[in-house]
């Protein structure tokens, strides 16, 4: 089996590294392919040098863009790839600009698609995530789940025939850097100055245009967790540090220290050590999950509903206008436990077999 992964922007670094070593374990043919949606090191280089996945096959590097121009530049540059291949399968990865045009390159040349972390919704369709995830479902012939409320979604959209729950390979990933953490192999160095990391502090993202592009919105966000008793670690990533020069104010303030993003092994450290996360990533909520963290959501909904049952992830999505919020935001990790709702850490394997079980089994 030939298999073409197609990534592009950070959290598909992090679900690739699974999968390239599930592949390479399998004995199958693997074939990356980097669109250059991120092409920062710090968002790029770091993860392939860091999770040990071996350099991508190909570059595109398409960088930065409108929506449109990004989608489409990279859609015509994996068109004659896909057609030069003809893999087995191309797996597609998430939400991002990457997903959707690799979807579509694919599936005009009826190149089999597989897509990895299938069924999320918000049902917002201000994200642009919502409408490259619901149309990547659609075009896709392989729907790999990683739980079952994401199954439902896609029965419900009459998709239940080419859905199959695999788990979610964010743990497999993410369990296993955190044993290396624990075990002392990751040196945090990259915490922002100012916040002491033996004493309790909170790790923050923002990223989604939504918190980011209206600047009384950005500075009311910025202002509540300036408020906050606690230093308050904010790994900036280049979206925010772009649109708060773009709008003429710094982001540090009161307890907010600003700092960089991370490679994964040291985010995951600085969260392990943190007292709870703050953020409007799909990815950390889940991390701060898995890592027994309380995580608070600088937005109206999550995709990832299981993390708040028990009160692991509270929604805040107007921090400024909750009255309680220095209470919610430093609240302390609840005592429930609700089981593993994302898999075991063995998701990687599972994606890997039903490839290898369905390859040449589509209609396309
Ligand atoms: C993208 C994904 C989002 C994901 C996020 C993770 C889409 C629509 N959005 O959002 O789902 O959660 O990645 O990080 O695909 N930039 C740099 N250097 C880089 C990359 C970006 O400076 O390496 C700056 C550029 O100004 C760019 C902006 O960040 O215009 C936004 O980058 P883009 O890839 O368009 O979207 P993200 O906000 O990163």
């Not at 642009?128 to 029965?155: F, G, I, K, S, Y």
């Not at 624990?182 to 923002?206: F, I, K, Q, S, W």
């Amino acid at each position: 089996m030939k298999v073409i992964s197609v990534v592009g922007a950070r959290p598909q670094l992090v679900k690739l590294a699974p999968i390239a070593a599930a592949m390479t374990r399998a004995g199958q043919e693997h074939l990356v392919v980097h669109t250059g949606q991120h092409y920062d090191a710090e968002m790029s280089d770091v993860f392939f040098s860091g999770l040990g996945i071996p350099a991508p096959d190909i570059h595109l590097g398409v960088g930065s863009g409108s929506h449109g121009a990004q989608t489409g530049t990279m859609l015509s540059a994996l068109d004659p790839i896909f057609d030069k291949e003809r893999p087995d399968w191309v797996l597609v990865y998430g939400d991002t600009n990457s997903t959707i045009a690799a979807a579509l390159a694919a599936v005009k040349l009826h190149v089999p698609v597989a897509h990895l972390e299938a069924g999320l919704r918000s049902f917002n369709r201000r994200m642009p995530e919502e409408h490259n995830r619901v149309l990547t479902d659609h075009a896709a012939d392989l729907l790999l789940a990683p739980t079952q409320v994401a199954m439902d979604h896609l029965a419900r959209e009459g998709l239940a025939e080419r859905s199959r729950l695999v788990g979610d390979v964010m743990v497999d990933v993410c369990l296993q850097v955190r044993d290396q953490v624990l075990a002392g192999n990751v040196a945090v160095t990259g915490l922002p100055e100012g916040v002491d990391p033996a004493a309790p502090y909170l790790v923050a993202t923002l990223h989604r245009p939504d918190n980011t592009d209206d600047p009384a919105r950005l500075t009311a966000i910025l202002d509540a967790l300036a408020a906050l008793p606690v230093p308050v670690a904010l790994l900036a990533h280049p979206r925010l540090v772009n649109r708060a020069a773009a709008h003429g104010f710094d982001l540090a303030r009161g307890s907010l220290h600003v700092g960089r993003p991370l490679p994964y092994g040291e985010l995951v450290a600085a969260v392990v050590g943190s007292a709870g996360v703050v953020t409007d990533s799909g990815g950390l909520q889940k991390e701060a999950f898995l890592l027994g963290k309380p995580c608070t959501t600088i937005r109206p909904e999550t995709e990832w509903v299981e993390t708040l049952e028990g009160g692991w992830n509270v929604l805040a999505p107007d921090p400024h206008l909750l009255p309680d919020w220095t209470a919610v935001a430093t609240r302390p990790a609840p005592t429930v436990d609700i089981g593993r709702p994302y898999g075991d850490g063995h998701a990687a394997d599972e994606v890997v077999r039903v490839l290898a079980e369905t390859s040449g089994s589509q209609e396309a």
